[in-house]
Nanobody
Framework: QVQLVESGGGLVQAGGSLRLSCAAS????????MGWFRQTPGKEREFVAA????????TSPDSQKGRFTISRDNAKNTIYLQMNSLKPEDTAVYYC?????????????????WGQGTQVTVSS
């Protein structure tokens, strides 16, 4: 089972940028599809983006509208989420997840392992 550790969260002003990282343990990292989700208090976890082993990716269009980019470095067992033009409504705990499934899954139940989350707070 892969283990995931997120980092890079913090406090940023609206319009700023952050890059989240997710480091994975395990020699089979390259075979996992990886994803980012986010969650605010009282709400369900929301899909942000996913990327497969070859780098094909999917980003949720509804809330991100081209501001977020997911990438991965298989040599470093790490994925990233570059977030630009941040808005206060992007404030959430951001989670990294790993899926053994095919395609670019967008549902929480399709992922097999989760990190502990990293807080992102965007001030207005």
């Amino acid at each position: 089972q892969v283990q995931l550790v997120e980092s890079g969260g913090g406090l940023v002003q609206a319009g700023g940028s952050l890059r989240l990282s997710c480091a994975a343990s395990g020699r089979t990292f390259g075979s996992y599809t990886m994803g980012w989700f986010r969650q605010t208090p009282g709400k369900e976890r929301e899909f942000v983006a996913a990327i497969n082993w070859s780098g094909a990716s999917l980003t949720s269009p509804d809330s991100q509208k081209g501001r977020f980019t997911i990438s991965r470095d298989n040599a470093k067992n790490t994925i990233y989420l570059q977030m630009n033009s941040l808005k206060p409504e992007d404030t959430a705990v951001y989670y990294c997840a790993a899926s053994r499934g095919a395609g670019l899954p967008g549902r929480e139940t399709q992922y097999d392992a989760w990190g502990q989350g990293t807080q992102v707070t965007v001030s207005s």
